[in-house]
């Protein structure tokens, strides 16, 4: 069980649930929380095993929008990672919204101040690793399914104690494997957490994270339509996701 989310779900406020969508590429989730709608992204995570199972993915499919917002955040320790999804964008929509300690700007942005003349590590092949390699004096990609130039992701143990800054998606707080790797990593490294899974709680600077970049939804409706339609994350942007960063305080 994850300490992190353990933590994160006892902190949130109650709310209540107004829509859930699981799409190919996100998952989104509104609650109504303290008379205001919010909603959170999670990356969809597919679970193979259950795709001609007699068990399904998501126990209480089609009646989600009857349960209140701690039940589906308490999915993210779910054993199915269609459920653990759904419980990330629930925690996403259900943490309090903080702008006094957000900046503008990408995850790419802040890799690039902190760690152009350093040794860097990525865990997640996002799509601005190609330009990255030329700027990053020495830059590392740890992937599950490695394209060329990335390193698998078990070569981890060796090359994440060498980093002196590590960027991890956030997707591995959704499939259990983010404090495994927080413990490989050098206790003076600066440690990242990015992606519009990732959760914008100060929470997570008690665990290691020095920098968080995350996403917050701001049309609903036109986001909600792209999830259901397959949009990526460049598409969703667009259509009204904003990317904010927060930084641990000095």
Not at 61 to 80: I, K, V, W, Y
Request: charged share 20%; proline share 6%; with cysteine.
């Amino acid at each position: 069980m994850s300490t992190i989310i353990k933590e994160m779900v006892e902190s949130l406020p109650e709310g209540k649930v107004k829509l859930v969508q699981v799409g190919y590429f996100w998952t989104l989730v509104c609650i109504k929380v303290n008379g205001r709608e919010q909603c959170g992204l999670a990356a969809s995570m597919h679970n193979e095993a259950y795709e001609h199972s007699r068990t399904p993915a998501v126990q209480a499919a089609g009646r989600l929008q009857d349960r209140m917002g701690s039940e589906l955040a308490e999915m993210a320790l779910s054993e199915s990672l269609t459920e653990r999804a759904i419980g990330m964008a629930a925690i996403n929509a259900m943490l309090p919204r903080s702008p006094e300690q957000w900046s503008e700007g990408n995850a790419e942005e802040v890799i690039l101040k902190h760690g152009r003349q350093k040794r860097v590590v990525v865990v997640g092949h996002f799509p601005f690793i190609e330009k990255m390699r030329t700027e990053i004096k020495e830059l590392s990609v740890l992937e599950l399914t490695p394209r060329p130039g990335d390193l698998p992701a078990s070569a981890a143990p060796e090359v994440l104690p060498q980093a002196d800054l590590v960027a991890i998606t956030a997707t591995t707080l959704t499939n259990n494997t983010l404090e495994g790797l927080l413990e490989l990593c050098r206790p003076d490294a600066h440690v990242m957490l990015l992606g519009p899974t990732t959760p914008l709680s100060p929470l997570l600077f008690n665990h290691g994270i020095n920098f968080i970049s995350g996403a917050i939804v701001e049309n609903v409706n036109k986001v909600a339509l792209g999830v259901s339609q397959a949009a990526t994350f460049r598409q969703l942007s667009q259509m009204g996701v904003r990317l904010v960063n927060m930084q641990k305080p000095d």
